[in-house]
C-alpha cells in the first residue's frame, strides 16, 4: 500500500516549456487535490476532483490545467511554465464518503522554472 | 467564506516542556478542524480532527488538540515535547455544511524543540 505516489520528485524548467505532473493513489479514495506550497503562504488549492470525470477549481488555478484519468490517477499539467510557479507541489487524495474529507498527501515535487 | 489563522510564525520549546501551536478559524456553519505535521522534504500527515463530540482530541504521536467554540480556536498541545517533535505544523479548516474538497490551510507553524 503506497498511499499516495507523485512524480517526477525535482523538476528543472525553462520559462515557456511545458510539463506534466502525476500522481496516484492506492487508497479508492474519491477526491483528489493538487496543492503548491511557497514560504510563508502555506497551502494553496490548485484544482482538485471530487470524483471521476469531475474538476474544480481551487483558490490559484491560473496558468494549470488537470486531468482525473481515472479513479486512481489525477494529473497537473504546465502549458508555459513561468517563474512563478517555481514551487512545491502536493497532490493530496481523501476519502469523501466519510464526510470529513481527512486528507493525505504525497511527498511533492520541487518544480523550478528558471 | 472560511479562513484559519496561525498566529505565530515559530514556536520554540525545550525538551520535556509543554507546548501549544495556536489556531484559530473563522466559517459560517459547523467547523471540521484539522492539524497536519510536515517533516523537512516530506508531504504532510494527519494528526488529528475534530468533527463533533468531546472538545478534546487526541491524535498521533501524543499530540492533542482542544477545541473552543467561543474563542473559535482549535490548539495544538503536548504535555512533554521531543526533540523530534520539531515540524512545520498546519492547522486547516471546513465548513461541515457541504464544500467537500475545500479545506483551507492556515500559514503553517514552526517547531522547534531544543535538547
Known amino acids: 500500500n503506497a498511499g499516495v505516489t507523485q512524480t517526477p520528485k525535482f523538476q528543472v524548467l525553462k520559462t515557456g516549456q511545458s510539463m506534466t505532473l502525476q500522481c496516484a493513489q492506492d487508497m479508492n479514495h474519491n477526491s483528489m487535490y493538487w496543492y503548491r506550497q511557497d514560504p510563508g503562504m502555506g497551502l494553496r488549492l490548485i484544482y482538485y476532483s471530487a470524483s471521476e470525470g469531475t474538476t474544480d477549481k481551487g483558490e490559484v488555478p491560473n496558468g494549470y490545467n488537470v486531468s482525473r484519468l481515472n479513479k486512481r490517477e489525477f494529473s497537473l499539467r504546465l502549458e508555459s511554465a513561468a517563474p512563478s510557479q517555481t514551487s512545491v507541489y502536493f497532490c493530496?487524495?481523501?476519502?469523501?464518503?466519510?464526510?470529513?474529507?481527512?486528507?493525505?498527501f504525497g511527498p511533492g515535487t520541487r518544480l523550478t522554472v528558471l | 467564506a472560511q479562513s484559519v489563522a496561525q498566529p505565530e510564525d515559530q514556536v520554540n520549546v525545550a525538551e520535556g516542556n509543554p507546548l501549544t501551536v495556536k489556531c484559530t478559524y473563522s466559517v459560517s456553519g459547523n467547523p471540521y478542524l484539522f492539524w497536519y505535521v510536515q517533516y523537512p522534504n516530506r508531504g504532510l500527515q494527519f494528526l488529528l480532527k475534530y468533527i463533533t463530540g468531546d472538545n478534546l482530541v487526541k491524535g498521533s504521536y501524543g499530540f492533542e488538540a482542544e477545541f473552543n467554540k467561543s474563542q473559535t480556536s482549535f490548539h495544538l498541545k503536548k504535555p512533554s515535547a521531543l526533540v523530534s517533535d520539531s515540524a512545520l505544523y498546519f492547522c486547516?479548516?471546513?465548513?461541515?455544511?457541504?464544500?467537500?474538497?475545500?479545506?483551507?490551510f492556515g500559514d503553517g507553524t514552526t517547531l522547534t524543540v531544543k535538547p
Open positions: 486547516a479548516v471546513r465548513d461541515g455544511k457541504g464544500n467537500a474538497g475545500k479545506s483551507t
Open positions: 493530496a487524495s481523501s476519502d469523501n464518503t466519510e464526510g470529513t474529507d481527512t486528507q493525505y
